[in-house]
C-alpha cells in the first residue's frame, strides 16, 4: 500500500503546483512588467523539471 503513496500524491501535488503557480502568475502578471519577456511554456517546464526530478529521487 506504500507504494501506491507515491502514485496518488505526486499527481494531486502537482496539479495543485500548477493551481497555484498559474494565480500567481496572474496576479503578478497583471501587475508587473518583468515577466513580458518570458515564454508563457516556462512555468510549464519548470513544473515539468520538478515532477521528473521528484520521480527520480523517488526510484532510487
Known amino acids: 500500500m506504500s507504494e501506491m503513496l507515491p502514485i496518488v500524491i ?23 512588467s518583468l515577466f513580458n519577456g518570458v515564454p508563457n511554456w516556462t512555468g510549464t517546464v519548470l513544473l515539468l523539471g520538478a ?4 520521480y527520480r529521487s523517488l526510484r532510487k
Open 51 to 54: 515532477t521528473i526530478a521528484t
Open 10 to 32: 505526486l499527481p494531486l501535488a502537482t496539479i495543485a503546483i500548477a493551481y497555484i503557480l498559474e494565480v500567481l502568475g496572474f496576479a503578478v502578471g497583471g501587475f508587473s
